[in-house]
């Protein structure tokens, strides 16, 4: 039953998206990617589950400045699916991809048989869950419980899946993500003609096979199925997505669809997690060469969906906790009575603290930085066999560049768990292997530099 259950959340979603697409491209005169199309190279079909979260996700919170979000949206959504009778199917597998998705499927199912409740669940997840089931927005909501303040967008997306007091649809939310997470390597790594993007592949798939091997019986920050209401490798998974998809970006170009596309993804991640907030480097270097070809306003006439969700999310946080993006205390607004800076700072200090001193947190920072430290050099290792040289350090984008140091500050300085960069650290390795195969080409007076 409960694998009849999942699947069939798993096709909901999938058509869900698709519905919403086709009325898109039938009344507003406009051509999505729909089916066998393709984004950065990947089929769109295996984006469609994402997108429906990340529609179901924000419908949730906007329906929450009026009135209580529960389950009973999906339901009145529910019509949307009669919609993929207006646009016949267009999806061809060959035998590997088909064999690819049902494996991913089943690996998935087994993956959250048996979950439990993740700690934090218990702590304030359930709680602000409950919160939003059953009344709209709370103005003020974090002075209740600091905790509360984060309000990720996965609260209003679980809130929405609640069946009464059956929890079980909760376990398979995080499943969307993993599915197009081996899904965008599969196709880069056997369907890409780009050399670069094969190697980059390869050396994730290695990293992600060896995470069970290794300093204290393995442990890298290779995503993993967490506990309910834990989403820690869904923000790294989508923290990766973003940055690959980037590195496709680098040697194919971007088109308007794309660049849309992307800015969802990363808006995603930020409602996530703040602590994605650096993928903004990312879309401003994108913007940037957008700009080249067109006008400002062109631009955000193209990406206005995404910037009115945008400016709704930041106004749901003021009105949760006085603050543009909880806990960073200089986005915080002490004009508003609610609010205070002081207690942002607060909020901050116990973070950076508990990560700091807590035994367990430790030592899951040394495995996993033991680790994946290994893996580096022996890509580097690689390179210097390959090339006699180290150069991929001068191929590198310097905006990717700038993205890890600006991670790297901020796990020192704010949030020292690498759990919450578990796709930054796959991300160095995959950015490393992908230039390191155009290190070859610098000019030769760089070839002999030792770093």
Known sequence: MKLVLFLGYFTYLTFFSRG????????????????EDTLFGVKIFYFY??????????????????????????LFLSPILFANFFKKIQIKFDAIELLI??????????????????????????????????????????????????????EYLSSIHWIA??????????VPFFILFFNIIYTFLINSESTRIKFCS?????????DNIGYGGGGNGSPQFQGVSKFDSTSSILQFVCIILFLKSLESGINNNELRFYLVLVLFAIQIKTTNLPLLILVFSLMINKLKNK??????????????????????NLIISGCLFFPVKFTCLNSLVWSSSDEAASTSKKIFEYFKITNFEVELNIKIFINFLGFLLLLILYELIKNKSLTTIFAI?????????????MFLKFTPTLRFFGGVLISIISTYSFFMTQSIFLKKSYRNIIL
């Open 20 to 35: 919403i697409i086709v009325i898109l491209n039938k009344n507003l005169k406009i051509s999505f990617p729909l089916d």
């Open 49 to 74: 589950p994402l997108i429906s979260l990340f529609l179901l996700g924000n419908i949730s919170f906007i329906f929450n400045f009026f009135f209580p979000s529960n389950i009973l949206i999906i």
């Open 101 to 154: 998705l049902g494996v991913s499927l089943f690996a998935c199912f087994i993956g959250v048989q048996n979950l439990g409740f993740h700690y934090d669940a218990g702590l304030y997840h359930l709680n602000s869950q409950n919160f939003i089931n059953n009344q709209k927005i709370i103005i003020g909501h974090v002075n209740l419980f600091f905790q509360y303040g984060f309000s990720s967008i996965m």
């Open 165 to 174: 007091d059956n929890l079980i649809l909760l376990s398979f939310i995080q």
């Open 202 to 210: 390869i050396c994730t798939l290695l990293y992600l096979f060896i």
């Open 295 to 316: 006008y400002f306003l062109e631009l955000i006439k193209d990406n206005s969906l995404v910037i009115f969700i945008s400016l709704f999310w930041m106004i749901k």
């Open 397 to 409: 984008n310097k905006w990717i560049l700038l993205y890890f140091l600006i991670n790297i500050f």
